[in-house]
């Protein structure tokens, strides 16, 4: 018989977890980076890792994504690429890109 009720079958995110790894908490991150731009953003220091993190972190989730078959797995690295290429946008500087993030 077909049960309602299977031990391991319930795989829903507590509250808590849900709220911390929701899109409003990361984008937050990527706001404090944007945010901070402009005190640090004249120097190579900052500049650099932004653009090596934010094009690693796009191409690694953008390749992930074409070989996902579950829509779920499709919109969670669809979602961390876009972020990547937010990052990326931060990092580059110029007055487009930050228009564009």
């Known amino acids: ?3 309602f009720w299977l031990p391991g079958a319930m795989k ?3 509250p808590v977890s849900t709220y ?3 899109a409003t908490m990361v984008k937050a991150g990527v706001y404090l980076l ?3 731009t402009h005190v640090l953003g004249n120097h190579d220091y900052w500049n650099i890792p932004l653009i090596v993190i934010g094009g690693i972190t796009m191409l690694y989730a953008a390749i992930h994504a074409i ?8 919109l969670a690295y669809s979602t961390i690429a876009a972020l990547g290429v937010l990052v990326f946008l931060i990092g580059l500087r110029t007055e487009d890109a ?3 993030a």
């Open 1 to 3: 018989p077909f049960h």
């Open 98 to 100: 930050l228009l564009a």
């Open 12 to 14: 829903a995110p507590t």
């Open 67 to 74: 070989f996902r078959l579950d829509l779920k797995g499709i």
């Open 20 to 22: 911390l790894h929701s």
């Open 34 to 36: 944007a945010r901070f």
